[in-house]
């Protein structure tokens, strides 16, 4: 069946600008996961959606990022005024249930902040 | 919080040769994961392997979720083998979040 899948693939903007990425999880993955994967590092856990629960956003780096998810689908993250060191590529992550299973990850999108 | 180190951090092979990556952690987990990231950044799932091991054509893994330790085998590597290689653990008290190590970059050269 068809994996994660994000859009934009690439997104420059300018500083101070609003940027929405979007995910698409694996269709019947409860839990959705955004990472952020700096040049030349290891992805970093952002947030975490888990049916209808509340997402778990202790990964988020300031009140500048924030997601929302419908149902057990689409899932958006807003970044508001960004800045340079917003530039990454971010990582979505789909998984059957929260609890101890496999992530699978989309292909990722590259925001590059002028 | 938990400690996820990889080694080597850098390994350069000729192809054919055999390699073995290293995850070290530093508390217990739930979760553990190795990955390929090839060239054009897309992660691949190499194993979902949170103790014993795990065979994939020439690909091997072994966790020692006791000794808190993951290895990663490759067999008559390939260059398209090359990438970066993420181990990513779970911690236990940290749900499913994944915690990734810095990742080893492997070149297989022809």
């Known amino acids: 069946g068809a994996g994660v899948s994000q859009s934009p693939s690439n997104k420059v903007t300018e500083k101070g600008k609003d940027v929405e990425l979007r995910c698409d999880p694996i269709s019947g993955h409860t839990a959705l996961y955004w990472y952020r994967q700096r040049l030349g590092q290891g992805l970093e856990f952002l947030i975490y959606f888990q049916g209808n629960s509340a997402p778990d956003k202790s990964g988020l780096p300031s009140d500048r990022f924030s997601a929302e998810r419908t149902g057990e689908s689409v899932s958006t993250l807003t970044i508001q005024r960004t800045q340079q060191e917003d530039s990454a590529v971010y990582l979505c992550?789909?998984?059957?249930?929260?609890?101890?299973?496999?992530?699978?990850f989309g292909p990722g999108t590259r925001l590059t902040v002028l | 919080g938990i400690q996820v180190e990889q080694s080597p951090p850098d390994l350069i092979l000729q192809e054919g040769a055999n390699s073995t990556l290293r995850c070290n952690f530093s508390d217990s987990v739930n979760n553990l994961q190795w990955f390929h990231q090839n060239p054009w950044g897309q992660l691949i799932n190499l194993f979902y392997?949170?103790?014993g091991t795990k065979q994939n054509g020439r690909l091997s893994a072994t966790t020692v979720a006791t000794e808190r330790y993951s290895l990663l085998y490759i067999s008559s590597s390939q260059t398209t083998d090359s990438g970066v290689y993420f181990c990513a653990v779970a911690p236990m008290e940290y749900g499913n979040k994944l915690v990734f190590g810095a990742g080893t970059i492997l070149r297989v050269k022809s």
């Open positions: 392997i949170p103790s």
């Open positions: 992550a789909s998984s059957p249930s929260g609890r101890y299973h496999e992530q699978f």
